[in-house]
């Protein structure tokens, strides 16, 4: 990591040694608002760990296009689809601040996830966290929106 005080609570539950490897599989980037960056069914191949500023979580819905689902922001994890196959996106996302991020190569990760089996289950606590998060805002987005039509 090119940042050791890049601030990433995600990790907390990890030990010292565990966050080291983890973290040495990614790199500090810097975004400017209006960076894309994924688009669903794309190869889901990074994760970040938003640092500061903020991203939107969005899909393509048919008539009106890109609608923002969620947003996230710092201490949040960016990024589920990379640990389960086909490893393509389910939504998208855009800067909408200037957003700093810790990027994790989704590869390595996969890797010290199937030869470390603790860390393994911690990161997939992680994830399924993330995910429980992502789908309950998405439900509710959803119902707004179906309510409100515009």
Do not use: K
């Not at 048919?62 to 969620?70: N, S």
């Not at 911690?122 to 992502?134: C, D, H, W």
Request: aromatic share 6%.
């Amino acid at each position: 990591m090119t940042d050791p005080h890049s601030g990433t609570p995600l990790l907390a539950g990890l030990s010292e040694a565990q966050r080291s490897v983890v973290e040495a599989t990614g790199r500090i980037e810097e975004y400017t608002p209006g960076t894309r960056l994924f688009d669903e069914g794309g190869d889901a191949d990074r994760c970040w760990l938003i640092i500061s500023g903020q991203v939107a979580v969005d899909t393509h819905v048919l008539h009106r296009g890109p609608v923002t689902l969620q947003s996230v922001g710092a201490g949040e994890l960016l990024g589920w689809s990379w640990l389960i196959p086909p490893y393509r996106w389910h939504f998208g996302a855009v800067t909408v601040a200037p957003t700093r991020a810790l990027v994790l190569d989704a590869s390595q990760v996969r890797v010290l996830v199937e030869t470390d089996p603790e860390l393994g289950f911690l990161l997939t606590r992680i994830l399924l966290e993330t995910l429980v998060n992502r789908l309950q805002a998405t439900r509710l987005r959803l119902l707004d929106l179906y309510r409100n039509p515009a």
